[in-house]
């Protein structure tokens, strides 16, 4: 019988959050592939676990697979972890992940930590629906074209930055956002100096332009989704169907919104009754 793929979460910061049942799987697996071997060795060797380690990354994924699978084939137990949370959630381990499910090898997740998530449970948002959209683009023009995409997206949106681009992706997020959208930024979740700066997207620079000391470690932006209409629809699912309505049937223009946009078709529908009222 072939072995299992676990994908363990590991602590953001603080050694505390590891679960028994993590510490299990890495004492019991046959090997951790991990993304960075210094950082893993560094908590194996804080709870003295001394399962082999190798390394899988960005760089070297796509050539370790295969030997990872033969492991698993073999009836090894092979543990994924990141540097710090949930592998595969802006990390790697997607290549492994999908190619063992391919190759029928049972593959268990060992949930715990993620930044992205722990920033949204207290950052005071909305969190009923969101939408986590990873590390921004490098450069200022590329990240403007990305921030545009998302300017209409009703749903809370979630990004991660270094430390170096913090403050530029501040302003691109000013110049391209409505001034008063609220934005909440976490710094070094779960750490010694964690902190949650509350501010509007129109003054989230001024922050960190005039403290430079606050521009050091780790960050997660969580910003509000964009405001919906009487309706329920976003200013770009709406936008969708008053286009479509103008070239199609009520019931066609409902239909391809839905398929478009993803909008529930009640809301679509409703809205389409409303935009026919005289004087609307």
């Not at 370790?64 to 699978?69: A, E, P, Q, S, T």
């Not at 683009?137 to 749903?155: I, K, N, V």
């Not at 809301?267 to 935009?275: D, F, G, T, V």
Request: hydrophobic share 40%.
């Amino acid at each position: 019988m072939s072995g299992t793929l676990y994908v363990v979460a590991t602590p953001i910061g603080h050694l505390g959050d590891i679960s028994e049942r993590a510490l299990a799987t890495l004492r019991q697996a046959d090997l951790i592939a991990a993304e960075d071997t210094r950082h893993c060795q560094q908590l194996l060797n804080h709870y003295g676990i001394s399962t082999p380690v190798t390394a899988l990354h960005d760089h070297n994924e796509r050539a370790r697979v295969d030997g990872i699978l033969d492991r698993l084939r073999a009836g090894s137990d092979v543990a994924l972890v990141s540097d710090a949370g949930t592998p595969l959630i802006n990390d790697p381990g997607f290549l492994l992940v999908r190619a063992a499910h391919e190759a029928g090898i049972r593959v268990s997740p060992v949930p715990g930590p993620c930044a992205a998530i722990a920033a949204l449970s207290a950052a005071g948002l909305a969190t009923d629906r969101f939408a986590f959209e990873g590390f921004p683009p490098r450069t200022s023009s590329a990240r403007r074209r990305f921030f545009e995409g998302l300017r209409d997206e009703p749903r809370t949106l979630v990004f991660y930055e270094s430390c170096h681009r913090l403050l530029p992706c501040l302003e691109d997020l000013a110049a391209t956002f409505p001034p008063q959208r609220r934005l909440v930024i976490a710094k070094e979740l779960t750490k010694v100096h964690e902190r949650f700066i509350i501010s509007e997207v129109a003054g989230a620079a001024l922050r960190f332009r005039d403290h430079p000391d606050r521009l050091k470690g780790e960050f997660v932006l969580v910003l509000e989704g964009a405001p919906r209409d009487k309706t329920g629809l976003s200013a770009e699912q709406r936008r969708v169907l008053d286009l479509l309505l103008e070239e199609c049937s009520l019931k066609t223009a409902v239909s391809l919104a839905e398929k478009i946009t993803g909008a529930r078709k009640k809301l679509l529908y409703q809205a389409a009754l409303e935009r026919q009222k005289p004087g609307t």
